[in-house]
């Protein structure tokens, strides 16, 4: 059996183009999973579409590879949620005053992202450019805590129940 590794839930994968060789045959669920492997739905959200547990969907993954008729894509993208900007805007704020919203759009865009799909595990990231823009130590301080303590609160927690 072909090994699946890393995070499951989050892998992506799509049918192969290349030519099958050899003979094999699909049972209904390898057949429903081939169908929803369309290189965009993560295998979470197919597992919870197909009725299965995670280890009941790796074992038809790990089929589907080893017979070549689907290949990874990669990992889909998490992303934060709105409310996660809205938060950094108003303690941001408070440090450092309107220049707030500027400050975000930049230190998003040097990590090379948009605020619309900014990637969850680059929430830390941000807020250490961030505070850097803060002159004041016990106001960065508190930006950083109030900060590392909504992501751990939200961000994390929230990676882990989905």
Do not use: C, W
Not at 93 to 98: D, L, M, R
Not at 126 to 147: A, G, H, T, Y
Request: hydrophobic share 40%; proline share 2%; glycine share 8%.
């Amino acid at each position: 059996m072909a090994a699946v590794p890393g995070e499951l839930s989050e892998k992506v994968f799509k049918r192969t183009n290349g030519k099958m060789e050899g003979e094999f045959s699909l049972d209904g669920q390898m057949l429903s999973a081939l169908m929803e492997l369309d290189g965009k739905t993560t295998i979470g959200q197919i597992a919870v579409r197909m009725g299965l547990d995670l280890n009941a969907v790796r074992a038809l993954i790990s089929r589907l590879i080893e017979i070549k008729l689907i290949e990874p894509v990669g990992e889909a993208v998490t992303t934060v949620n709105g409310g996660f900007f809205e938060y950094v805007r108003q303690q941001l704020s408070t440090a450092v005053g309107p220049i707030a919203t500027i400050l975000i759009e930049d230190g998003v865009n040097d990590i090379g992202h948009t605020l619309s799909r900014f990637p969850r595990k680059h929430a830390a990231e941000l807020v250490e450019i961030l505070s850097r823009d803060i002159q004041r130590e016990e106001k960065r301080n508190l930006f950083k805590k109030n900060m590392l303590k909504y992501i751990n609160e939200n961000v994390i927690t929230r990676k882990r129940n989905e």
